[in-house]
C-alpha cells in the first residue's frame, strides 16, 4: 500500500496475506483505515508472513469478541515510521 485514502470493511480479516511463509504485508504511506471480525472473528491486517509500515497512517481494527486484534503477523511486525491506532473494539459498527 503506497498511498491513497483505503477503506475497508470485513467480515473475517480486513486485509490477509497467505500462508506461504514469505508474504509481506507493507504500508508505505497513505490513509488505510481498516475494520475487519464484522463476522464471528478477525483481524484488521493479518499477514502469514511479515508486515512492515514505513509511513503513511494506519487506523486498524479487529474483533473484538475474539482473540483477533488490529494487527497479526507470524513472521514479525516491523514499524520504521508512519501513525498506527489499533483496537479490538470497533467491530460492533
Given at each position: 500500500?503506497?498511498?491513497g485514502?483505503?477503506?475497508?470493511?470485513?467480515?473475517?480479516?480486513?486485509?490477509?496475506a497467505?500462508?506461504?511463509?514469505?508474504?509481506?504485508?507493507?504500508?508505505?504511506?497513505?490513509?488505510?483505515?481498516?475494520?475487519?471480525?464484522?463476522?464471528?472473528?478477525?483481524?484488521?491486517?493479518?499477514?502469514?508472513?511479515?508486515?512492515?509500515?514505513?509511513?503513511?497512517?494506519?487506523?486498524?481494527?479487529?474483533?473484538?469478541?475474539?482473540?483477533?486484534?488490529?494487527?497479526?503477523?507470524?513472521?514479525?511486525?516491523?514499524?520504521?515510521?508512519?501513525?498506527?491506532?489499533?483496537?479490538?473494539?470497533?467491530?460492533?459498527?
Amino acid at each position: 500500500l503506497n498511498g491513497g485514502k483505503i477503506n475497508i470493511k470485513a467480515n473475517d480479516d480486513g486485509i490477509n496475506a497467505n500462508s506461504d511463509g514469505v508474504s509481506v504485508i507493507s504500508v508505505n504511506g497513505g490513509n488505510v483505515n481498516v475494520s475487519g471480525g464484522f463476522g464471528t472473528e478477525g483481524d484488521g491486517i493479518d499477514s502469514n508472513g511479515k508486515l512492515v509500515i514505513n509511513g503513511g497512517e494506519l487506523y486498524a481494527y479487529g474483533n473484538g469478541r475474539s482473540a483477533d486484534g488490529g494487527i497479526d503477523a507470524d513472521e514479525g511486525i516491523y514499524i520504521n515510521g508512519g501513525k498506527l491506532r489499533l483496537s479490538a473494539e470497533e467491530t460492533t459498527a
